[in-house]
Structure formats: C-alpha cells, structure tokens
C-alpha cells in the first residue's frame, strides 16, 4: 500500500498492478467512508486516492506497452 512521505508523485505506485491500485483504491474509500467527519486520518487517506486515482488516470491515457 501506499504509505507516509511528502511527495506528489509515490514511485510504488508505478510497480502496482492496475488491478492492485484499484482493490487499494475501493478500501481506502470504505476507510474514508467509515472515518468520523473531520477526522484527521481522511487527510492521509485522501492524499493517497488523489495520487491512486492520478496513476490510473494516467494508465488510461498511456500507449500498451
């Protein structure tokens, strides 16, 4: 999973399956979903879907290969 640090763009996101990124991404929402309003831990976890979701965006995008 991906875990702490400061930067925007997390390397181990690029060695994760497409289907990985997307069972990380659905329990991260259940998480974020079951967080209390205004919790803290939903910082975390919603930097971590932006940078999911930006992955696979970008896989979307990308010529096979």
Do not use: N
Not at 31 to 36: F, K, N, T
């Amino acid at each position: 999973m991906v875990t702490g640090g400061s930067r925007d763009d997390d390397p181990s996101l690029k060695e994760m399956s497409t289907d990985e990124l997307t069972r990380i991404q659905r329990h991260l929402r259940a998480s974020l979903a079951l967080a209390r309003d205004r919790s803290p831990v939903a910082v975390p976890i919603e930097r971590q879907l932006r940078l999911i979701s930006t992955e696979l965006e970008a896989r979307q995008h990308s010529p096979p290969g």
